[in-house]
């Protein structure tokens, strides 16, 4: 069964605005992995962090974990066009990443 | 980052047919590569870990006689769609992990390969 499960399904902002996608699982795991899609494309890897860590940043995006919540977000700020995109988180647990269903995020000039 | 190349990006059959679709990792080794399949608007579901030298692994459901996966180098690795049919119309993604890079739990993926069963 899957394990990240991410919310919203959409989302649609204005340029300039920050994105937050969050995303929940049910088991333990090592590390938790944020990938983006763009359509029609594969993915690309964009930010890890591990069972314990709390908070990691990259540019402009930041990545949150709590692990007694099982849950984790992603948020990107001062979004921008190029930015919309799917969004997956992946779990890591022994050996495989199990992903989520993805929010697929809409930014607009 | 390392590079995985999948080939062809698109492919379009004849129902009966097979397809074979190319995984490789172009600027490092891949002892081991994992098999996807997305449905559109849908998530990633993981169909196989592909192994160099040995058999694949595969997930629960999956047919392996359907669904072909050879890795025979450190570089390659394919998945053959045999006698394709209709449902088998997906996206097939491939992604390997750079182990000698530090086993860092990321996954570098191709750009995916549409298959579409006519």
Known sequence: SQ?????????????????????????????????????????????????NEREKHSGRLRVTLDTSKKSSSLLITASRAADTASYFCATAGYSTLTFGKGTMLLVSP | GAVVSQHPSWVICKSGTSVK?????????????????????????????????????????????????????????????TSAHPEDSSFYICSAPDLLAGNTGELFFGEGSRLTVL
């Open chain 1, 3 to 51: 394990q990240g499960e991410e919310d919203p399904q959409a989302l649609s902002i204005q340029e300039g605005e920050n994105a937050t996608m969050n995303c929940s699982y049910k088991t333990s795991i090592n590390n938790l992995q944020w990938y983006r899609q763009n359509s029609g494309r594969g993915l690309v890897h964009l930010i890890l962090i591990r069972s």
């Open chain 2, 21 to 81: 679709i190319e995984c490789r990792s172009l600027d490092f080794q891949a002892t081991t590569m994992f098999w996807y399949r997305q449905f559109p608007k849908q998530s990633l579901m993981l169909m196989a870990t592909s192994n160099e030298g040995s058999k694949a692994t595969y997930e629960q459901g999956v047919e392996k006689d359907k669904f072909l996966i050879n890795h025979a180098s450190l570089t390659l690795s394919t998945l053959t769609v």
